[in-house]
């Protein structure tokens, strides 16, 4: 029988390309009864006809909901996402409906930790400002506006996972000393790539660079609040590369606009794209990116490769590498 998949068309770039370079789908020539196509349109929420129309999707932006998967006549069995952060998928309903949901952890990894380091650097350097002098004709003002060393500072990572631990083998040779909060993480291998695991108070409050790199669940949204975000330094940068809500927005630009910490830098946001009036906009001692930081042609190319190469395996009736939801095959 023919396995026939669908792929999100959020992931063609404005001609009508994929944005992750056509190499990647050589993947499906895999299996020569697979059939593929683009979906009929974009969707901000995958509608139930989806559902009933392919075995498997590949999606970006488009969320899964339990309504997306409630059609009687549903033939879905398995939803591929084109990245590592999965809140855009209601997972329990997949896992009630036997649908397997896979993710593409490994790949996104280096390019994310990549653009840490690219917002990192940038805040210590103060760019945002020194960009501006050169513009405006501040050329003078230049010895105003020193940076901050790095090596006798403090790095501190909100989440120790994949994301995190790459981000902490480049960085090191940068910083004096690097903490991570994460509940989940093994202190033993926190400790052997350089780092010590500590309470996330302790993170908040001893960092010079503080980056959320965790994922989003009901544990983490607005982890980092009006509360936590007191205990920053003055002197203290905030990145976020993880997702908007790990942040409570209206609190960082409150401390932001009264100058309680020296600086944020930001690739996600509550709500994407922000809105016209977002007062992040206008604030000067930001550096702000489209939830696009990390994307790079080699990063499209391994997401997209991963993430379709889990369809193929799945209607070859093998595994997938990177399952979200490995209960789901005891209902298969």
């Not at 896992?95 to 949901?101: D, K, Q, R, T």
Request: neutral net charge.
């Amino acid at each position: 029988m023919t396995f026939k998949i669908g792929i999100s068309r959020d992931v063609l770039d404005e001609n009508g390309e994929p944005s992750f370079g056509r190499a990647a789908l050589a993947v499906l020539d895999q299996n020569p009864t697979l059939q593929w196509e683009y979906l009929p349109e974009r969707f901000a929420e995958l509608p139930p006809a989806i559902s009933a129309t392919y075995d498997g999707v590949y999606i970006s932006v488009a969320k899964v909901t339990r309504s997306s998967l409630v059609r009687p006549d549903r033939r879905l069995k398995i939803v591929a996402r084109h990245g590592v952060g999965y809140d855009s998928v209601d997972v329990a309903a997949c896992s009630e409906f036997g649908i397997v949901l896979t993710n593409t952890p490994l790949a996104v990894r280096r390019p994310m930790a990549v653009a840490t380091l690219t917002l990192i650097f940038a805040l210590a350097s103060r760019l945002f400002i020194k960009d501006r002098l050169v513009r405006e004709g501040r050329w003078n003002e230049r010895t105003s506006h020193m940076g901050t060393g790095l090596r006798m500072r403090t790095l501190g990572l909100v989440g120790g996972g994949g994301i995190g631990q790459e981000i902490m083998m480049l960085a090191k040779p940068f910083f004096g000393r690097m903490i991570v909060a994460d509940p989940h993480a093994n202190a033993q291998h926190i400790a052997s790539l350089g780092g010590g695991l500590t309470s996330l108070e302790a993170v908040m409050a001893e960092s010079d660079v503080v980056v959320c790199c965790c994922l989003l669940n009901d544990e983490t949204r607005h982890l980092i609040n009006a509360e936590r975000l007191a205990l920053m330094k003055a002197t203290a940068y905030l990145v976020n590369v993880a997702r908007g809500p790990v942040v409570d927005e209206p609190a960082l630009i409150d401390a932001l606009i009264g100058k309680r910490i020296a600086g944020a830098g930001l690739d996600v946001f509550e709500q994407e794209p922000i809105a016209a009036d977002n007062p992040l906009k206008a604030l000067q001692n930001t550096i702000l990116a489209p939830h696009a930081l990390g994307w790079t042609d080699e990063c499209f190319h391994d997401i997209a490769s991963t993430g379709l190469q889990s369809l193929v395996d799945f209607s070859l009736g093998k595994r997938p590498a990177h399952v979200v939801n490995p209960e789901v095959y005891g209902k298969l």
